[in-house]
């Protein structure tokens, strides 16, 4: 089995100093604690593959193909990987006509007793709960400034907010969209003819303005076309 990576091996340490804590352990060399967190991260990877199989066997969806782990999968996990003792065998359970519940009578009466009391006492036994990875954060950046962990596992996620423009009409570009549909929506006007004006008629009703020379009228033609000089 490959050792496990660093960072679940970080984040598994502070559970297994406050058991080693809540048993009477106060001081241990870092080697032992590493050690030890290797033990127990073995431990819960055999369990969960052990689970993950039964499940697989037992409780396999037909429909969706997914694989569901029940109360049942986990106790024979935990039967076949020793927590569940003692035990007589199948054949004497089934001779005797009762089942040997004393493993899961003693698991339940521990969890429920007073070790599983002190490791959530020792657990809990602040003011204000401290998160474990965010007084890492601190004790290791100088201006408790979370911005360099944005985006990663140990930060929050990116927020994207609205994109402001400055200077313009429009504060934001969704506006500006808004009021570009609105104008290509919009019917346009017709032109309006255009009227003469009465300084640009004289007394005789004629229009006094001055007429446009001879070359505007052939301003339609192709030059190569032959030209009336007469």
Partial sequence: ?????????????????????????????????????????????????????????????????????????????????????PERSELEQLYNGVEDTR???????WAAGPVSKEIKRIALDSDEATDYLNALKLKHSKNDDDSRYTGSLLGKCIEHGNVEVEGGKYHSIALWEEKMKEAARRPTSQPQPQEDKPEDINGDREDSRPPSSGLSSIGDQSIADPMDLE
């Avoid at 009477?24 to 969960?48: N, P």
């Avoid at 039964?54 to 969706?64: K, L, R, V």
């Avoid at 493993?103 to 009466?109: K, S, W």
Wanted: with cysteine; charged share 15%; hydrophobic share 45%.
């Fill in 1 to 85: 089995m490959t050792p496990p990576p660093y960072l679940y091996h970080a984040l598994l340490r502070p559970s297994i100093l406050q058991i080693l804590r809540a048993a009477g352990y106060h001081g241990a060399r870092t080697s032992v604690l590493d050690s030890v967190t290797d033990m127990a991260a073995r431990y819960l990877d055999a369990l969960c593959r052990l689970t993950a199989t039964f499940a697989a066997h037992n409780n396999e969806e037909p429909e969706t193909g997914e694989l569901v782990p029940t109360i049942v999968d986990v106790r024979m996990a935990l039967q076949q990987i020793g927590a569940l003792l």
């Fill in 103 to 109: 493993g899961v009578d003693a698991f339940v009466a």
